[in-house]
């Protein structure tokens, strides 16, 4: 049977763990400063009161992505030292790569992102926030503005699905996304494949690639991270039991 693990964190739980880190730096409120991270990164008009109403749900789907992250790199603990590079492709308006920044122990981030738009919105939010690990929005296409340096974690929630699959799509949310940023291809897995193909020449050693990827075609994105030369592949299920992330390592001393 492959290999399945479940997350199931909630948001207290989260901002206990951010407030401690934040006390552990010195903040004089680190429970007041979680909550306005959370909301920072949340977006869509959240407030630190709405992060705080809300405390007992599950986290989103893309939060699970970035827990799932912090583990499997290594750099959840506080007392492990700052470990590596991690860099986020297709950042939008950077939420997941400022999460890696506040909620890791990565040495800094690096923020991939082909809209200029978006790149800007990146960029004014991590000068609104201001973490302590550095994050620098790069423009530029999958991983050509990555090159000349090695990564501890690789991270991405690509465009998946097709068009067919887009036009059915509620048009508030077809309204909300831009097209290039939900369709990818005619299976929907042209940027999967791409990340799946390229990634492991940027990595170090043991370093890993985290997906957030259709439930629909999990065992083919499986077998698609198999044949472009992944052997240490596990699909994750998200807090509703459904298969949603995918995590591949390079082998360690290779």
Same mark, same amino acid.
């Given at each position: 049977?492959?290999?399945?693990? !479940?997350?199931?964190? /909630?948001?207290?739980?989260?901002?206990?763990?951010?407030? $401690?880190?934040?006390?552990?730096?010195?903040?004089? *409120?680190?429970?007041?400063?979680?909550?306005?991270?959370?909301?920072?990164?949340? $977006?869509?008009?959240?407030?630190?009161? *709405?992060?705080?109403?809300?405390? *007992?749900?599950?986290?989103?789907?893309?939060?699970?992505?970035?827990?799932?992250?912090?583990?499997?790199?290594?750099?959840? *603990?506080?007392?492990?030292?700052?470990?590596?590079?991690?860099?986020?492709?297709?950042?939008?308006?950077?939420?997941?790569?400022?999460?890696?920044?506040?909620?890791?122990?990565?040495?800094?981030?690096?923020?991939?992102?082909?809209?200029?738009?978006?790149?800007?919105?990146?960029?004014?939010?991590?000068?609104?926030?201001?973490?302590?690990?550095?994050?620098?929005?790069?423009?530029?296409?999958?991983?050509?503005?990555?090159?000349?340096?090695? #990564?501890?974690?690789?991270?991405?929630?690509?465009? #998946?699905?097709?068009?067919?699959? #887009?036009?059915?799509?509620?048009?508030?949310?077809?309204?909300?996304?831009?097209?290039?940023?939900?369709? /990818?291809?005619?299976?929907?897995?042209?940027?999967?494949?791409?990340?799946?193909?390229?990634?492991?020449?940027?990595?170090?050693?043991?370093?890993?690639?985290?997906?957030?990827?259709?439930?629909?075609?999990?065992?083919?994105?499986? /077998?698609?991270?198999?044949?472009?030369?992944? /052997?240490?592949?596990? !699909?994750?299920?998200?807090?509703?039991?459904?298969?949603?992330?995918? !995590?591949?390592?390079?082998?360690? $001393?290779?």
């Amino acid at each position: 049977m492959p290999e399945r693990t !479940v997350l199931g964190p /909630s948001i207290a739980a989260a901002l206990r763990d951010g407030a $401690g880190r934040l006390h552990g730096s010195g903040i004089v *409120d680190p429970r007041r400063e979680a909550r306005m991270l959370w909301a920072a990164v949340a $977006g869509d008009a959240t407030t630190p009161g *709405d992060v705080w109403i809300g405390r *007992d749900r599950a986290p989103a789907e893309t939060e699970g992505l970035v827990d799932l992250v912090l583990h499997a790199a290594g750099t959840r *603990d506080a007392g492990c030292g700052m470990r590596g590079v991690a860099a986020d492709i297709g950042t939008g308006c950077g939420c997941i790569a400022l999460a890696l920044a506040v909620e890791g122990n990565f040495e800094r981030v690096i923020a991939v992102e082909r809209s200029p738009e978006a790149a800007a919105l990146a960029r004014q939010n991590v000068a609104r926030l201001h973490p302590a690990v550095p994050v620098e929005v790069r423009q530029g296409d999958l991983f050509a503005p990555l090159a000349g340096a090695r #990564y501890r974690a690789i991270v991405s929630n690509p465009p #998946y699905l097709t068009e067919t699959e #887009y036009l059915a799509l509620d048009p508030a949310v077809r309204e909300f996304e831009p097209r290039e940023a939900l369709v /990818s291809g005619a299976d929907g897995l042209d940027a999967t494949r791409a990340l799946l193909a390229g990634a492991a020449a940027l990595l170090e050693p043991g370093g890993l690639v985290a997906l957030e990827i259709d439930e629909r075609r999990a065992e083919t994105v499986r /077998s698609l991270a198999h044949c472009c030369g992944w /052997s240490r592949v596990t !699909v994750h299920d998200d807090l509703f039991g459904r298969p949603r992330f995918l !995590v591949a390592r390079r082998a360690e $001393g290779v």
